[in-house]
Structure formats: C-alpha cells, structure tokens
C-alpha cells in the first residue's frame, strides 16, 4: 500500500526532504518508524516522539490503510 | 478560530478587540519573548516551525478546555512561525474575564499546555554559528548529526 509520510524540524533535516510517499507493506507506525529510523539514520528514539495519522494523534500500534498520511512528531517546543 | 498561527508579527490591539466583553471587568495577556541565551548558549536568531493541521486543533482544544475549566468571557492565542529576531513576540495569549483570578489562571493553564501539547518546534541560532531543535537535539543519541545536518534543509 502506498502512505504519506511528512516530516518536520530535526526529521525533516535528517530526512532531508519535507515529504514521501512510500509503497509499504509494514502496518503500524511503529513498524514504518523503525524502518524510516534505520533508512535516514534518525538520532531521535520511538520513546521520544509521538505519531499522528490522518492530522490526529495515534497510538503506535493502530493498523495503516493506505493513503494514510503519517507525521511523526519529535519534542514539542512551542512558546 | 481560537488559536492560530501568523508568519507576520502578532497585532495585539486587534487581538485585544477580539476578547472585548462589557462583562469583562479584568483582561490578562502573556507574551513569550525571543530571549538572547538559552542554557548557556548566546542566541541570535529562531526558527519556528509547526505541524499546522494538527497544532489548530490541539491548539483550539487547550483553549476550549481553558474556557470549560475556569469561569472566563474569552481567550485567545496566537503563534509565530517563521524567522524571528531577538526580542521579538513569538506568543501571545490572552484572557478576558469577570474578576482578575480566573483570568491568571486561565492565561496561565493555556501557555503551559501550548508548550507541552502543540506540535510546534524551535530551532535555534547560536552566537558559535551552531544551531539546534531545542528539546531534540541533548537528548539525541547520535551526537555526530545533532548539529552537522542541522545547517542543510531549514527553510524548505
């Protein structure tokens, strides 16, 4: 199936570009970060981010479908 | 919308217009700052970025919630993204209400949960010509690309 992935601050650097879309057969967002962390060499864990599906928060463990659009988000620093 | 973001600077007179109320006998504002050190570090600059979709909303909940828990007429925030120079206004909330506690207090619960909450990031300059996400890059476990790649990609 094919997801959006977009990124943001430091993952968007480490990434090196602000979105992809990826043909997957990996089915919950932590499955998709493990391999994306291993791909860009991310320096952020799982434990330090949270997930978002579809512009909402998600559990990591929620099953995809595709056209998801999935944002990983690294420590907020707002204000 | 109760919460929303400008890449231009924040009007304050025009937010105060908005949370006008003739029941309204007290208006309390918090302005966050851009500050010239950080952890010891001398800053120059800031970068801010945010996960716009979502942050709206997160952003609409905290003030929604701030307005069921305490007993006042109507609060607002408004976020910088982009570039931002020392010393200017990069938040500004604001709570209109009856009497004077509530209003603290509601000003106070939405700005520590915009911080916590709101998919919003800060990239630093430094003095030293180094730059980093604040809160990303210490607790990074690769120290080799906490601040080597942070120069590539910043304003795409």
Not at chain 2, 19 to 46: H, I, P, Y
Request: charged share 25%; glycine share 8%.
């Amino acid at each position: 199936m094919q997801l959006k992935i977009q990124y943001y601050a430091l993952l968007r650097e480490q990434a090196g570009r602000s979105e992809e879309i990826l043909e997957t057969t990996l089915r919950t967002p932590a499955e998709l970060y493990a391999e994306l962390a291993q791909r860009y060499r991310f320096t952020l864990s799982r434990e330090q981010l949270k997930v978002a599906v579809n512009s909402e928060f998600s559990d990591w463990a929620r099953t995809l479908s595709a056209g998801d659009a999935v944002v990983f988000i690294p420590p907020v620093a707002g204000g | 919308m109760r919460f929303r973001f400008t890449s231009t600077p924040i009007d304050i007179i025009a937010g105060q217009r908005e949370l006008k109320d003739l029941g309204a006998g007290g208006f309390v504002s918090f302005e966050g700052w851009v500050r010239d050190l950080n952890e010891g570090l001398e800053v120059t600059r800031l970068e801010y970025e945010a996960f716009q979709e979502l942050a709206l909303k997160e952003g609409e909940r905290i003030v929604a919630e701030a307005l069921r828990r305490f007993p006042v007429k109507h609060a607002l925030c408004i976020h910088r993204v982009g570039n931002l120079d020392l010393g200017e206004l990069a938040v500004w909330v604001a709570v209109s209400s009856a009497h004077r506690g509530e209003a603290f207090d509601a000003c106070r619960f939405i700005i520590d949960e915009v911080k916590h909450r709101v998919p919003i990031w800060k990239k630093e300059h430094y003095r030293n010509g180094d730059s980093g996400w604040v809160n990303c890059e210490r607790c990074a476990a690769a120290p080799e690309h906490a601040h080597g790649d942070a120069h590539s990609g910043a304003h795409s």
